[in-house]
Antibody
Framework: EVQLVESGGGLVQPGGSLKLSCVAS????????MSWVRQTPGKGLEWVAD????????YYLDSVKGRFIISRDNAQNSLYLQMHSLRVDDTAVYYC???????????WGQGTPVTVSS | QSALTQPASVSGSPGQSITISCTGT?????????VSWYQQHPGKAPKLIVC???NRPSGVSNRFSGSKSGNTASLTISDLQAEDEADYYC???????????FGGGTKLTVL
């Protein structure tokens, strides 16, 4: 059974930092492109970042470039999102997702909520 | 405002068919055959139900079908059932700096 389990979300003040983690099982993580996708009631679903299987290729939404860092540890079947300089509009549920091909996501985690507020 | 345009809501009775549209541009839907549809029940993660415009992942009911014409993609759900009541989102690869874009979502109500 495929599982993606996120953790690390929470309440943080504007300008703060947070690191999200996602542990994968049930598929060959080391061969998979992986992404973070966020969801807010107002803006719906939004792709945030993705990373290629060996971690050498990373891509970001323009609004998070320079603030967020996606990374992975294939030995630990884990995906990460380090978030710095958080803004109120980064508030969302963050999902870890596997990219089937061309950012079509066939497996999703349950999501971890991030709230940026003073 | 989402990059892809979907109707906010649609409704249908059990047994009927409904179609949800998703309109983009030549830079996304019109330019690539990497259009997906997701079903999301309240409090749950999205679930992929159509990929590559019209393919169904293993285990997805054949009551769900996808198509595309020009810059508009469509999801048709036939023989509506109560459990189909959910939010539906489309997405498309763009090839640009925003590599994938989503629609704003459509709430399906089964009357």
């Amino acid at each position: 059974e495929v599982q993606l389990v996120e953790s690390g979300g929470g309440l943080v003040q504007p300008g703060g930092s947070l690191k999200l983690s996602c542990v994968a099982s049930g598929f060959t993580f080391g061969n998979s492109w992986m992404s973070w996708v966020r969801q807010t009631p107002g803006k719906g679903l939004e792709w945030v970042a993705d990373i290629n299987p060996d971690g050498s290729g990373k891509y970001y939404l323009d609004s998070v470039k320079g603030r967020f860092i996606i990374s992975r540890d294939n030995a630990q079947n884990s995906l990460y999102l380090q978030m710095h300089s958080l803004r109120v509009d980064d508030t969302a549920v963050y999902y870890c997702a596997r990219d089937y091909i061309y950012l079509q996501f066939d497996y999703w985690g349950q999501g971890t909520p991030v709230t940026v507020s003073s | 405002q989402s990059a892809l345009t979907q109707p906010a809501s649609v409704s249908g009775s059990p047994g009927q068919s409904i179609t949800i549209s998703c309109t983009g541009t030549s830079g996304d839907i019109g330019g690539y055959d990497y259009v997906s549809w997701y079903q999301q029940h309240p409090g749950k993660a999205p679930k992929l139900i159509v990929c590559d415009v019209s393919n169904r992942p293993s285990g997805v009911s054949n009551r769900f079908s996808g198509s595309k014409s020009g810059n508009t993609a469509s999801l048709t759900i036939s023989d509506l059932q109560a459990e189909d009541e959910a939010d539906y989102y489309c997405s498309s690869w763009t090839g640009g700096s925003t590599r994938v874009v989503f629609g704003g979502g459509t709430k399906l109500t089964v009357l």
